[in-house]
């Protein structure tokens, strides 16, 4: 059975941090992309960040751009997101989703075939 699994969401002050955690099962993160998307209510589901596991090049929305980090472990093949300076604007449900990783992981929520259950992530004071 393939899954992932979301953790590390919570309440968080703006200026804060937090590492969201997506932790695979059933397969082995080596071969895919693996992205990160957050939706937050009335707005779209939008792509934060992904990481091709072949070769480690990664990709970051222009909104996260200089406070998000992306990687991996793959001794434990999970893949961590570093949200940094966390705004208002970040609240909404992170999902970790991953596709197969032959060319540079995307945006694009139709070309991934696996999803987590997603984590709440809320910066509020």
């Known amino acids: 059975q393939l899954q992932l699994v979301e953790s590390g969401g919570g309440l968080v002050q703006p200026g804060g941090s937090l590492r969201l955690s997506c932790a695979a099962s059933?397969?082995?993160?080596?071969?895919?992309?693996i992205g990160w998307f957050r939706q937050a209510p009335g707005k779209e589901r939008e792509g934060v960040s992904c990481?091709?596991?072949?070769?480690?090049?990664?990709r970051y929305g222009d909104s996260v751009k200089g406070r998000f980090t992306i990687s991996m472990d793959n001794a434990k093949n999970t893949v961590y997101l570093q949200m940094n300076s966390l705004k208002p604007e970040d609240t909404g449900l992170y999902y970790c989703?991953?596709?197969?990783?032959?060319?540079?992981?995307?945006?694009?929520?139709?070309?991934?075939?696996?999803w987590g259950q997603g984590t709440q992530v809320t910066v509020s004071s």
């Open positions: 059933g397969f082995t993160l080596d071969s895919y992309n």
């Open positions: 989703a991953v596709h197969r990783g032959f060319r540079p992981c995307v945006f694009d929520a139709k070309r991934y075939d696996y």
């Open positions: 990481i091709k596991s072949r070769d480690g090049i990664t």
